[in-house]
């Protein structure tokens, strides 16, 4: 498996991973701040928190009923009869329907699980306490007020804040080291 993930990470296309890193924190920075990688790396690393909490979807809980024992309410009103309601003439406006975000492509799930792997293996290594502070700051990708991190883990929002970009520059260092291509000279 490591094999595998190693070769997935020399041959993935990393310009354009960070091109599109690039336009994400364009997107999402503040008007006043210069771009620089860190800002990259973190809106990746958003990104990939992004797509696999929409690709992988966590189990149900066990030992809890699946569906509610008692009968459904007479009231309880389905979407497909409030539509036909309004085909009716029954209601004057269409229900609005409450869409599922779209599923992500397979490019999309690719790079997340590489940026994942970047993450899980080379941020914060340095650091003392690092399953809080990784848990912070990957609390902090998945959108997370700062306050309510703060409040769970204990670190202070200045902490928060310099261990998102340490973990960002963590990344930063590796995806450099792997989108460099690396020319056998033996073969010269």
């Known amino acids: 498996m490591i094999d595998q993930i190693s070769l997935r990470l020399k041959n993935h296309a990393w310009n354009s991973t960070w091109r599109d890193g690039e336009d994400l924190a364009r997107d999402n920075i503040k ?13 990746l690393l958003k990104d990939a928190a992004k797509v696999s909490r929409l690709t992988y979807r966590a189990p149900p809980r066990t030992g809890f009923p699946s569906t509610s024992s008692l009968p459904a309410a ?39 699980e590489l940026i994942l792997y970047l993450w899980h293996n080379y941020s914060l290594a340095r650091k003392g306490d690092r399953s809080r502070i990784k848990r912070a700051v990957y609390m902090k990708a998945n959108g997370v007020r700062t306050s309510r991190i703060a409040d769970i883990t204990g670190l202070t929002t200045r902490q928060i804040r310099s261990a998102q970009v340490e973990a960002s520059e963590d990344m930063v260092e590796q995806i450099f080291r792997y989108s460099r291509k690396n020319v056998d000279r033996a073969f010269f």
């Open 74 to 112: 007479s009231d309880d009103v389905t979407q497909w009869q409030l539509l036909s309601a309004y085909l009716r003439g029954e209601i004057e406006s269409l229900p609005s329907s409450q869409g599922k975000p779209s599923q992500p492509s397979s490019l999309q799930i690719d790079r997340a």
């Open 31 to 43: 008007a006043d701040a210069t771009l620089q990688n860190y800002h990259v790396a973190w809106e």
